[in-house]
């Protein structure tokens, strides 16, 4: 992004050790940039040696960058000055805008006018600056000077960027790019996603600033860059909860994780994790399957990480061929253990290590390893080491865990400057390699090749309603029908003749008879619900007693509904929501009255693939039960994902709808799918 | 434990420097051991400068503890001697013994008879020895010279053991009691629990010899002194598949992990939560409640660990008063964040954290702290970890993380010289604070201050049964039965009068009918199973054309079963198994055809509590629906209670019963409780 960079004004540098423009000056010349510093500067004639402008405008050669660093109500008035000499990125660190309220707000909001209708491109406000390592150009005061590789950082905290230089310095983790986006005025996380070509992309990020074009951008480059991403804000949202208010369920962060993992980037839920990640991301090849091998000196960690590899439901113990254990007994003691975990036992050397390394990494099946070393009496930890990274030449995921304290350090060091990555504790190689094979599958998946679109194809229903915020019980019904969504036979009954008549008609010759008011809506609870009345006797008797409660209770807006009643069956949930930023989502689960107790919700973004839907499905508990059931029910999935692609058109084509939920829907054994009961809520 | 050792005999020690008898007695010598110490070695005069013996039989003097290295096929004529001489304490650190195969399991049977009726106790064999700081005795081959404090590690992992010790000179953690068990031919877990008088004891087990005495020991224990265990062994037993058939999900490590949580015991799943929770659980003092504040110097992590607190469901984010609110405006910068949490901004010195913390650790609603600190620009780390280091007198738990690399390195080795727990990463503080806060939960909990029973009070009931390992349909009826476990109303049926006179005399005028036949399990898939039959004409119908399946399938040894229809209602699994090693388990859980999917099944060892039972129930899903319902429907959880009390009694009468399954038991909405079907498995 930066390799053209000549040249560079430092508005606001300064000679006082203390201030931001001194270290910003200090760090670009110590950094070794070999373009021209123009630092600018009202007083003083040099800074750190380097002739120094009094203003922007005094400088006739071209520049390439700026960078402001002087207090928030100057900037604008030079801000002017750099899009006047059409300068290409400029960088405002300076604080003071709409993070410290109102007052900052109006000068942000006149920042982003001035840079409008400019060729600049504006980095900030409210920002450390940023580090190019490969152009060696540090315009931040962050105190590390990474070297370069080809992870880049951009994030949206300030602190997460200090801790993250410091965390790469010290396990020897180069760096590409660190963009502090602060607040994301004009330049933000799509914009530079677009455009950064690094081996890895990863981000912290507070909010999206446009979700739909992030995940759009973020598909096409997942499929080659891995984008691995740290968004916190989980619980601020009651995530927990699922009502059949499908709001508060796809509000925010399920909704966001749901369509950021579907669009193939990886997320990371811990500061730990996202460390961990980045390393293993940058290191590795991808892994051609699920099978790994487990090598390891120490019985006891290996049984543990045999547990944790098991319990990710992706990752397998590789099966080693007779072949191999040949050949491992060949050159292992007897005592060695030759099956999956091999542990080639405490009083190894590297020899060992080398042995098994090269005889599982021969495996078709094993598609990485995870290696385990405790600092045993003998152990020659830095051969071991030495040794694991020689394996880099097989081109697999090799992922190591020197448990321990001070006599593995060296190890470790050893394994990261040779880019192996390389943990303390097991579990986070597993967890790692876990990611790191789900991305893969990303990648090897047909559907992530193609397009991602806000449209369904091939659905064509010429009697489609687009209702515009209306309300009514009727017209969500017809609104549900004219997208094939046809809710289960009902009418409003006007009297017993006319329930008798429907009755009469009724397919299953039993129906529910139900009292709908706004004012009573948990009409269960007041008798308001009469379900399974199958003979004439019932139905005056149950007209009757539901007629008595709405003088009882003295309902003023009641009316009687009658339904056709089905026995038996499951009760799902299906529903959607359009998400302002994210776009439209449809969710399937449990339903019926436990559904908020049973917690069983899945969710996904915009589907246009039969095969997405279905995955969706099968990762519920109810998805399980209809797929996978071995006895003699026929429940129609098929039926069900036809439904849900049909409720998605309707999202989308009528962006008025907040949530829709389909609650209860209900599968009976015999292939029937019942609506029973349908709402539609407002943006 | 080793207080009053003051001679060591060490039968192989050696000049060699490469073997382990000579590592082993300069590890002795260099540890500062000042009692005597005996090289016994048949060649040798001197050894490290000591004089040397030939044979223990030659050694005068009074010895304490003896050290066995030489060969297994030699062992045991020096244990013979050893014993001979009433030496108190032995340590066998050869290997070669069951660990090795049958030849080895020949020699460690003959070893166990020599110890059995002797007075000396057995480390070992197959062991790295031990270390007990405050005697300044090391008789392990362990690299490392830990330093002295309270925290005590017992494993049965030699590897584990290094790794401890190598992490615990790094982290700066200094250890009472390291003892590596090895085969455990003698002294075990139990016994060394009973006895180690340290702050904090930890394990690595993978296995426990006595269960169910362990259990009894850690619970006493565990009121005063915490336990920490890392158990691996998780996935190699079916943990997800939830069946019918309860031995597989009772089986192993559901079992041990709830028993042993139960008694106070804190489990570590990872090899990193072990570490994090031994110096949390070493430096801490126990919460007083869930309440935590969060003191940061950057927003980001902030979220991220707002979000970790919430994710726990019992820690939450305590409220600050408006007179600490107060207190905070008068100390910090207009730009802080005065709620929790507490954000001092980057450009914070220690005086800031000084501050905040003094404010938030005098708030009776914090009842621990969470101290946040990424390395900014300004930050005075090793400051910054002084002062929190200070606030300890206050004697609530303080965590700390200081996320970065290189640069904070220092400021988290002052906070462990002083004791205070300090991590990298937030969820490292998160998830140590809820185990500590779940500890010290137990040791307020007054369940915690009774004895485990075997047994359950004040049950009486002069019927009971106990059938001895028979097996008929009946006699489990009648079995359950007696012990006030009633299955659902139902016959044989010989003839259709019979099957007339059956539901003539049914409560709920409805009946199902079902073919019972050993070689026919699946018996609704053929259609052998005809419910909610409501009328004589569909009794006979249904009648007949299950005789007709019977002679169509041919089936032998068909029986026709009636019982009373339960219409509605939600179906449970309740279930009990009986463990040889741990002692008796009940399970609560979704019960009926899904069970499997919804896998949603607690156990709990040996219950005598109503609140035990109750919080278990509470745990499930199924639990949480009939016990929160806020409709109009009265399910009997009280019923439920004593029918699981009932089961325990049957299970702990009946040590032949391997697993009872009722399943699916159905509560009705009038608070019926309908056992429908019974299952049990013989040990």
Redo the contacts between chains.
């Keep these: 992004m930066f390799d053209n960079i000549k040249s560079i004004a430092i508005i606001g540098s300064s000679n006082s050790t203390g201030k931001?423009g001194y270290?910003l000056t200090k760090n670009l010349v110590d950094f070794g940039f070999n373009g021209k510093i123009f630092p600018i500067n009202t007083k003083e004639n040099k800074i750190l040696g380097i002739n120094t402008f009094s203003s922007i405008d005094d400088i006739s050669e071209d520049i390439d960058l700026a960078v402001i660093v002087i207090p928030a109500k100057f900037v604008n008035d030079e801000v002017r000055k750099v899009v006047k000499k059409k300068i290409k990125y400029l960088v405002v660190i300076s604080a003071g805008f709409k993070e410290?309220g109102e007052e900052g707000g109006v000068l942000e909001n006149e920042l982003i006018d001035i840079i409008k209708n400019s060729s600049t491109k504006l980095i900030g406000p409210n920002c450390l600056g940023f580090i190019d390592t490969r152009n060696k150009i540090n315009v931040s005061?962050?105190?590390?000077f990474p070297t370069v590789d080809s992870l880049s950082f951009i994030s949206?905290?300030?602190?997460?960027g200090?801790?993250f230089l410091?965390?790469?310095?010290?396990?020897n983790i180069g760096v590409d790019l660190f963009i502090s986006v602060g607040n994301k005025a004009d330049i933000d996380e799509e914009y530079l996603l677009k455009r950064i070509n690094s081996k890895l992309i990863s981000f912290?990020l507070?909010d999206i600033k446009f979700g739909k074009k992030f995940l759009e951008t973020g598909r096409n480059v997942n499929r080659k860059t891995p984008c691995i991403v740290?968004k916190?804000?989980?619980?601020?949202k009651a995530q927990g909860a699922i009502s059949s208010h499908t709001g508060s369920i796809a509000g925010d962060y399920k909704l966001i994780k749901s369509s950021l993992e579907k669009n193939g980037f990886t997320l990371a839920?811990?500061?730990?994790?996202f460390f961990n990640l980045a390393k293993t991301f940058l290191f590795s090849p991808l892994p051609k399957n699920g099978g790994v091998a487990i090598v390891t000196?120490?019985?006891?960690?290996a049984?543990?990480t045999?547990?944790?590899?098991?319990?990710t439901n992706s990752l397998y113990l590789a099966n080693i061929s007779k072949d191999t254990e040949d050949i491992l007994k060949k050159h292992l003691p007897r005592?060695s253990n030759f099956h999956n975990p091999i542990d080639v036992i405490?009083d190894a050397l590297s020899d060992r290590y080398y042995y098994a390394l090269d005889a599982v990494l021969n495996e078709d099946e094993v598609g990485s390893v995870i290696v385990i070393l405790?600092?045993?009496?003998m152990t020659d930890i830095d051969n071991c080491a030495k040794t694991i990274a020689s394996m880099k030449k097989y081109n697999k995921p090799i992922l190591v865990s020197f448990?321990?304290?001070?006599?593995?350090?060296n190890g470790l060091t050893i394994l990261h400057k040779n880019k192996v990555p390389a943990f303390?504790?097991?579990?986070?190689a597993v967890n790692s390699l876990n990611k790191l094979y789900k991305y893969s599958m990303f990648v090897d998946n047909e559907v992530s090749k193609s397009e991602l679109k806000s449209n369904v194809d091939g659905y064509t229903n010429e009697n489609r309603l687009t209702i515009k915020k209306e309300d009514s019980y009727i017209d969500t019904y017809e609104l549900l029908k004219s997208y094939n969504i046809p809710l289960i036979n009902q009418e409003w009954i006007e009297n017993i003749e006319h329930l008798k008549n429907f009755f009469d008609n009724s397919e299953k010759k039993s129906v529910s008879i139900k009292v709908i008011s706004k004012t009573y809506t948990?009409k269960?609870?007041l008798g308001l619900v009469i379900n399974n009345v199958d003979n004439e006797e019932k139905l005056i008797e149950s007209f009757n007693k539901l007629e008595g409660l709405i003088s009882h209770y003295n309902i003023k807006d009641a009316k009687i509904l009658a339904q056709e009643y089905i026995s038996g069956g499951l009760d799902l949930f299906i529903g959607g929501t359009n998400d302002t930023n994210f776009g439209s989502f449809v969710l399937f689960g449990t339903g019926g009255?436990?559904a908020e107790?049973?917690?069983d919700i899945n969710i996904l973004s915009s589907p246009n693939e039969n095969e997405d839907i279905k995955r969706m499905i099968e990762e519920t508990?109810m998805g399980?039960?209809i797929l996978?059931n071995n006895?003699?029910k026929k429940y129609n999935t098929d039926g069900v994902i036809e439904l849900i692609k049909s409720l998605n058109s309707l999202l989308i084509e009528n962006p008025w709808i907040k949530n829709i939920d389909l609650n209860p829907v209900i599968l009976t054994e015999d292939g029937g799918i019942y609506i029973v009961d349908a709402r539609i809520d407002k943006v």
Tied chains: 1, 2.
């Design positions: 931001v270290l410290t005061f962050a105190k590390n949206q905290s300030g602190a997460m200090t801790a410091d965390w790469a310095e010290k396990e912290y507070e740290i916190p804000g989980e619980s601020t839920r811990t500061i730990g994790e000196n120490a019985g006891g960690p049984v543990i045999t547990d944790l590899v098991m319990s005592e405490g405790t600092p045993q009496i448990i321990g304290g001070t006599a593995v350090e303390n504790f097991p579990e986070d948990h269960s609870d009255i436990f107790t049973i917690n508990k399980k039960i996978h006895r003699s």
